[in-house]
């Protein structure tokens, strides 16, 4: 298997404009995790589904931030409108069932935006 | 008070000894407890899970959970500069599944 897909590797855009960052988790896993990080927080998640259904999204920083997974071998991550302060690395990362949670990470898209 | 706390150190060690990075956690609940390195620039990849009380060995990496006391340890021996790396510490309630919430790493250097 190919891992954990994420695309764009790297995205720089204007503030104000939408950023729309993809995923494809590795077939046969059952949870999506969306995470963000930063040297000042660290590693935070953000929103998390289980079987295509987003079971907690507490971590949404404001309603600014979407998530959506259409279906089990693809999820988005929006973000309109962009703001410099959610620059940072966004890592897609899914898990396998009756695994223990162990999470399996995408190489990350690194958003800047200016 | 974090759910999972580490020593962000840095944490410097001369190659060939043993690195010893600790990670405490909040939640009485946990159920299973990782390990993952990230090179600078790379994403997190695991490289050891534990469930049980006690220590369980891979290679040169020993994992070590201690739940009464809500601490969980990793030990790499014979560290080698490709060890260099961020180690974060990440604990799950559930033992099937689920999120998992991580500490916010500590940065291993191993000197030639």
């Known amino acids: 298997d190919a891992g954990v897909i994420q695309s764009p590797r790297h995205e720089v855009t204007e503030m104000g404009q939408e950023v729309t960052l993809r995923c494809k988790p590795i077939s046969g896993h059952d949870y999506l995790f969306w995470y963000r990080q930063t040297m000042m927080r660290g590693l935070e998640l953000l929103i998390y589904?289980?079987?295509?259904?987003?079971?907690?999204d507490s971590g949404m920083p404001e309603d600014r931030f979407s998530a959506k997974m259409p279906n089990a071998s693809f999820s988005t991550l929006k973000i309109q409108p962009s703001e410099p302060r959610d620059s940072a690395v966004y890592f897609c990362a899914s898990s396998p069932p009756n695994r223990g949670g162990e999470a399996f990470f995408g190489q990350g898209t690194r958003l800047t935006v200016v | 008070q974090k759910e999972v706390e580490q020593n962000s150190g840095p944490l410097s060690v001369p190659e060939g000894a043993i690195a010893s990075l600790n990670c405490t956690y909040s939640d009485r609940g946990s159920q299973s407890f990782f390990w993952y390195r990230q090179y600078s620039g790379k994403s997190p990849e695991l490289i050891m899970f534990i469930y049980s009380n006690g220590d369980k060995e891979d290679g040169r990496f020993t994992a070590q959970l201690n739940k009464a006391s809500q601490y969980v340890s990793l030990l790499i021996r014979d560290s080698q500069p490709s060890d260099s790396a961020t180690y974060l510490c990440?604990?799950?309630?559930?033992?099937?599944?689920?999120?998992?919430?991580f500490g916010d790493g500590t940065t291993l250097t191993v000197k030639p």
């Open positions: 589904f289980n079987n295509n259904v987003p079971i907690d």
């Open positions: 990440a604990v799950n309630r559930n033992t099937n599944a689920g999120k998992s919430t």
